[in-house]
């Protein structure tokens, strides 16, 4: 079935370095790929997208390409902030059904 | 800007009552989700409506659980016979559009359970 997994946590990175979060996928056909974002205290909220092979989702200096070759969705940032510390689930919508499938999350911790 | 709303935030009950919990979606959306998420995982879907139509279930969703969406706009889990495993956060989201064709799901809060 499909799936997605992620790289596990925590992950504490001091303010202003490089940050990836590895996730790469099992599907069907060509779903939908997403990154999720979990702020302390409140609830979950969409960070960025690509639907097909090759997009580049984008959005508060965070980025991640879909690479079919390879399955996966890697989120970047170049210089992470402590505002940035949250849980980041990365996530698949299928082709055949309209649910979302999610990683089980990664909690990065950005210390000043 | 109104989102999605859930109540109640917090649940602690008691192993075998009833608890029943309401989710409100963003007006427009004809599409509203549940998921369950228990403590160091991702969301876990259970069951999914379009407009009042109850399209697809989980294999979580045990003869226990029962949701509605009687006129299409908000929705409730009922959950019978509690049991402690069933403790965990309960989410609701809603979309304009279909999520296969990458739309965005907008998250309520949650409604938090505890079984004793």
């Known amino acids: 079935g499909n799936s997605v997994t992620q790289m596990e946590g925590p992950v504490t990175l001091s303010e202003e370095a490089f940050l990836t979060i590895n996730c790469t996928y099992t599907a069907t056909g060509y779903p939908s790929l997403f990154w999720y974002v979990q702020y302390p205290g409140e609830g979950l909220q969409l960070l960025l997208k690509a639907t097909k092979a090759d997009d580049k989702g984008s959005n508060k200096g965070f980025e991640a390409t879909y690479r079919k070759e390879t399955t996966s969705f890697h989120l970047e940032k170049g210089s992470v902030q402590v505002s940035d510390s949250a849980v980041y689930f990365c996530?698949?919508?299928?082709?055949?059904?309209?649910?979302?499938?999610f990683g089980p999350g990664t909690s990065l911790s950005v210390i000043p | 800007d109104t989102g999605v709303s859930q109540d109640p935030r917090h649940k602690i009950t008691k192993r075998g009552q009833n608890v029943t919990f309401r989710c409100d979606p963003i007006s427009e959306h004809n599409r509203l989700y549940w998921y369950r998420q228990t403590l160091g995982q991702g969301p876990e879907f259970l069951t999914y409506?379009?407009?009042?139509?109850?399209?697809?279930k989980s294999r979580l969703l045990s003869d226990r659980f029962s949701a509605e969406r009687p006129k299409g706009s908000f929705s409730t889990l009922e959950i019978q016979r509690t049991e402690q495993g069933d403790s965990a956060m309960y989410l609701c989201?809603?979309?304009?559009?279909?999520?296969?064709?990458?739309?965005?799901?907008?998250f309520g809060p949650g409604t938090r359970l505890l079984v004793l």
């Open positions: 996530a698949l919508s299928g082709t055949s059904y309209d649910k979302v499938i």
């Open positions: 989201a809603s979309s304009p559009r279909l999520v296969r064709a990458g739309e965005t799901q907008y």
């Open positions: 409506f379009q407009n009042e139509a109850q399209l697809e």
